[in-house]
Each structure stands twice: as structure tokens, then as C-alpha cells.
């Protein structure tokens, strides 16, 4: 039975594709660390559907600036095979669907492999240049991971990608009803109370992050 402390569930919205979240990686594990229990993975689907586009020139552009940014704010490590190759390869296209099924599924079925997948498919994207939205990519990341065939095989169906697009609709509703904007979001629930937590005030800094959570869960 859950005791007052620890009755709140920490609601990580973020994509698997989406450079910020990679960059707040670090506070997801840390929160992950302090309360396995009580952190939840959304996948806010950032190329989904009509939202999926082809890597183009002028992404490149875009995307080369934020990661600047990012690299700059969080620390986090961009590679050369990423910048230099994935970043100009004008085949991919941009899906978050197949990683963020397969993560939503895994966190169905075992909470700590859901966060070992994603941040195993970040540093497959963004350091070692791999296109994550191909499926041979992403099940060799489940081999590296050890996760049983089986398992990997639910994480990967057709039903796993038809349920995170439901999923990731009810995040979106989750989103507008309480204010959150963009990924990484993070919401602290306690009953029916939603904090919507500032993240980019802790890029960088994740053990400020815990500590403000911790005041929070005390007050």
C-alpha cells in the first residue's frame, strides 16, 4: 500500500526524436533513480502521421542550430556520424512512431527496460548516427538490451504502433489541460494536482531538479 510520500506519479513527456529530450535525458534518469516507482514515459509523438517530413536541407539548418543550443545548455554529446551523415541524408524520413512504441510498450511490460530503450535509441541517433524509425536498428538495440524476443516482438507489432497512436493522443489532451507546451514536458501529479515542472530551469542540473521535487512532495 502506497504511504502519503510517496502517493504522486511524475509524468515525463518527451520524444524519442525530439533533441531537447535528449538533452534532458539526465533528469529523467535522475528522477528514475530517486522514484523507480513513480515515473511515468509519454511520447508526445513530435512526427507522427502528417507530422512525419523528409530530412531536407533547410531541416538541417534548423535542427543544426538547436542542437547548438542544446549541446551548449545541457552537455549533451552530438556525434560526428550523426551531424556529418544522418543529419544531410535526404532518404530519411522522420517517425517517432516505431521508437515510441516500442518504449511505451516496454514500460507496459517492465518500467526499467522502457528507460534503458529510449536512452539506448538517443545515443543511437544522435552520437552514433543510426536511423532509429528502421526497424532492424531498433531490434538490434533490443538485442544489445537483452530484452527477450518474445517481448521485443509485442514491443514492435503493428498493435504496439495502432496503441501509442492512441497514447500519444490522450498526452496531447494531457498537455492542453494542464499547460504543458512542447517536449520534454514534465507533470508532477499528487491526486488530482498537476504541477507543471519548469525543465528547462534544471538543463544541465539534475540533482537541482530532484531536490526542487523533493521540497515540492514535502510542502
Known amino acids: 500500500m502506497m504511504t ?16 531537447w529530450s535528449y538533452g534532458a ?3 529523467l534518469q535522475a528522477t528514475a533513480a530517486a522514484w523507480p516507482s513513480q515515473n511515468v514515459l509519454h511520447s508526445g509523438g513530435l512526427f507522427i ?9 533547410d531541416w538541417h539548418r534548423h535542427v543544426s542550430e538547436h542542437d547548438a543550443r542544446i549541446a551548449e545548455l ?17 532518404s530519411v524520413v522522420l517517425d517517432s512512431l516505431p521508437a515510441s ?16 530503450f529510449l536512452a539506448a535509441a538517443q545515443h543511437a541517433w ?5 536511423d532509429i524509425t528502421q526497424p532492424a536498428v531498433l531490434s538490434a538495440l533490443a ?11 509485442q514491443a514492435s507489432s503493428d498493435a504496439a504502433k495502432k496503441q501509442a497512436t492512441q497514447a500519444i493522443e490522450q498526452t496531447r489532451q494531457l498537455m492542453a489541460q494542464h499547460g504543458a507546451q512542447g517536449f520534454p514536458s514534465l507533470l ?32
Not at 512504441?101 to 534503458?116: I, K, N, S, V, Y
Not at 538485442?143 to 516482438?153: K, M, S
Open 4 to 19: 502519503q510520500a510517496t502517493q504522486f506519479t511524475l509524468h515525463w513527456i518527451i520524444d524519442p526524436l525530439c533533441g
Open 25 to 27: 535525458l539526465p533528469l
Open 49 to 57: 502521421g502528417y507530422s512525419r517530413r523528409r530530412i531536407d536541407a
Open 74 to 90: 545541457t552537455g549533451a554529446v552530438f556525434g560526428e556520424n550523426y551531424r556529418q551523415h544522418l543529419c544531410r541524408d535526404q
Open 101 to 116: 512504441a516500442a518504449m511505451l510498450t516496454l514500460q507496459q511490460q517492465d518500467d526499467g527496460d522502457a528507460l534503458a
Open 126 to 130: 544522435y552520437v552514433d548516427g543510426k
Open 143 to 153: 538485442a544489445d538490451l537483452a530484452i527477450d524476443t518474445g517481448r521485443w516482438q
Open 188 to 219: 508532477l501529479q499528487r491526486g488530482e494536482q498537476f504541477i507543471n515542472v519548469p525543465v528547462n530551469r534544471f538543463y544541465g542540473e539534475p540533482a537541482a531538479l530532484v531536490k526542487q521535487l523533493r521540497q515540492w512532495l514535502s510542502a
